[in-house]
């Protein structure tokens, strides 16, 4: 059964600050992963996707990394802003028997950039 | 990647009572999945919805308590039946990006549900 772990499960840092997001999983035979974010009592926004034979994705100040065999994908922020303030949500997919597809979610790391 | 519509955005419902979601997609897609978000909580899978045929349950929902339809390719409901304060979460429906591409999951704006 895929497990998927988020460290830490908060964080606090000041403005400008450059910061890693840290997620891994158990069973490394995986699809692809997703990283999302996530505003109080919202919905999920897609921040990037990884395709399992992919190694990162960049999109603007941020850098996703993954790696497939020992079960880490890690999200960097540069600069970071107020705005970034959010719980950021790592998924992975699998393909399981039959056709059945489903994300399997870890617990987020709520992020707070202080001006 | 799809745009997804999900009604309402939240609401305040006694106990015993039932609330239907609806979830509206911009473009035909074949599969269509619903989670749960319990308060501090990671979202779980509730059941994966096919055009055509019964939805998928995962362990732990049944389909006496969370009925859903799928009439056709871009709509989909979930009602919560017989609400107890334990229902009280975050909704969202899903769509599989295997229709559009490898573009990754879509959610919708989520549905926060507060049973008192």
């Known amino acids: 059964k895929q497990e998927v772990t988020q460290i830490p499960a908060a964080l606090s840092v000041p403005e400008g600050e450059n910061l890693v997001l840290n997620c891994s999983f158990t069973?490394?035979?995986?699809?692809?992963l997703q990283w999302f974010r996530q505003d109080p009592g919202k919905g999920l926004t897609s921040l990037l996707l990884?395709?399992?034979?992919?190694r990162e994705q960049t999109s603007g100040r941020l850098n996703a990394s993954l790696d497939k065999s020992s079960g880490r994908s890690t999200l960097y922020i540069a600069a970071s802003q107020p705005g970034d303030s959010a719980t950021y949500l790592c998924?992975?997919?699998?393909?399981?028997?039959?056709?059945?597809?489903?994300?399997?979610f870890g617990k987020g790391t709520k992020l707070t950039v202080n001006p | 990647s799809a745009v997804i519509s999900q009604k309402p955005s939240r609401d305040i419902c006694q106990r015993g009572t039932s609330l239907t979601i609806q979830c509206q997609v911009d473009?035909?897609?074949?599969?269509m999945f619903w989670y749960r978000q319990q308060p501090g909580q990671s979202l779980t899978l509730i059941a994966t919805?096919?055009?055509?045929?019964?939805?998928?349950?995962e362990s732990g929902f049944v389909i006496d308590k969370f009925p859903i339809s799928r009439p056709n390719l871009t709509f989909s409901t979930l009602t919560v039946s017989n609400m107890s304060p334990e229902d009280s979460s975050i909704y969202l429906c899903?769509?599989?990006?295997?229709?559009?591409?490898?573009?990754?999951?879509?959610f919708g704006s989520g549905t926060r549900l507060t049973v008192v």
């Open positions: 069973d490394s035979a995986i699809y692809n």
């Open positions: 990884i395709q399992s034979s992919q």
């Open positions: 919805a096919n055009q055509g045929s019964e939805a998928t349950y």
């Open positions: 473009s035909q897609v074949t599969m």
């Open positions: 998924a992975v997919r699998n393909l399981f028997q039959g056709g059945s597809e489903k994300l399997v």
């Open positions: 899903s769509v599989d990006p295997a229709d559009r591409g490898n573009y990754g999951y879509t």
